[in-house]
């Protein structure tokens, strides 16, 4: 069965920092490419980080600079540092792990950033 749980989500005030994490199973994790999502009520889920089985990344011009994705092969988990957080990175995160034509879902994690 696989799984992708997501976690370190929480309140941070606007200049502060979080560190997400997904830990996955069932999945050979290193062929992976891996990424992180978020979706903020009433938008659509926008890309934030991508992170290539090769560890290459890539990021929107809008976490660009503040966030860093990386992955650990050995512990099946993946990472968001996020620095410099303003209100508007208020969402529920979501990581994904895709492969050709396979697909997998965490459940998310809340991210709420106060003014």
């Known amino acids: 069965q696989v799984q992708l749980v997501e976690s370190g989500g929480g309140l941070v005030q606007a200049g502060g920092s979080l560190r997400l994490s997904c830990a996955a199973s069932g999945i050979n994790f290193g062929i992976y490419r891996m990424e992180w999502y978020r979706q903020a009520p009433g938008n659509q889920r926008e890309l934030v980080a991508g992170?290539?089985?090769?560890?290459?990344?890539d990021y929107p011009d809008s976490v660009k600079g503040r966030f860093t994705i990386s992955r650990d092969n050995a512990k099946n988990t993946m990472y968001l540092q996020m620095n410099s957080l303003k209100p508007e990175d208020t969402a529920v995160y979501y990581c994904r792990g895709r492969r050709s034509s396979v697909d997998y879902w965490g459940q998310g994690t809340q991210v709420t950033v106060s003014s």
């Open positions: 992170i290539s089985s090769f560890g290459f990344t």
